[in-house]
């Protein structure tokens, strides 16, 4: 973040011990601890809720996009109003085969067993 060097810190560090003093400086050391930790709070409460916006606009943006997707599909196959009154059975065309709309297939019959004809 902030670009020091470690020569810099030093000089800052020799200065410090010169204008506080040793007596006082691991004093002065951990106030400036607690307001670093403070500021790092800060921003990262900051940064959280920045995050938060960032990803709730990314929500609002998504579910137009899915709004207008569902609009376009709706207009392309619109739904048979006969569907809904009468089930999903009575919106199918009358030609339509049997696999089409659930319907069993009518199976051939079964010829006659040779004891019952022999019966007859």
Not at 28 to 37: H, I, N, T
Request: proline residues 8%.
């Amino acid at each position: 973040m902030f670009d020091i060097a470690s020569s810099e810190l030093l000089l800052v560090v020799l200065v410090a011990l010169l204008v506080i003093g040793p007596k006082d400086l691991p004093k002065a050391l951990r106030v400036v601890g607690k307001w670093v930790g403070k500021a790092r709070g800060v921003a990262a409460h900051f940064r959280s809720g920045f995050d938060e916006m960032v990803r709730q606009s990314e929500i609002e943006e998504l579910e137009k996009k899915w709004k207008a997707e569902n609009e376009r599909i709706m207009r392309e196959h619109p739904a048979d109003p006969r569907a809904d009154v009468l089930g999903d059975d009575a919106a199918a065309p009358a030609d339509a085969p049997a696999a089409a709309t659930g319907a069993q297939p009518e199976l051939p019959m079964d010829p006659p067993s040779t004891e019952a004809a022999a019966k007859a």
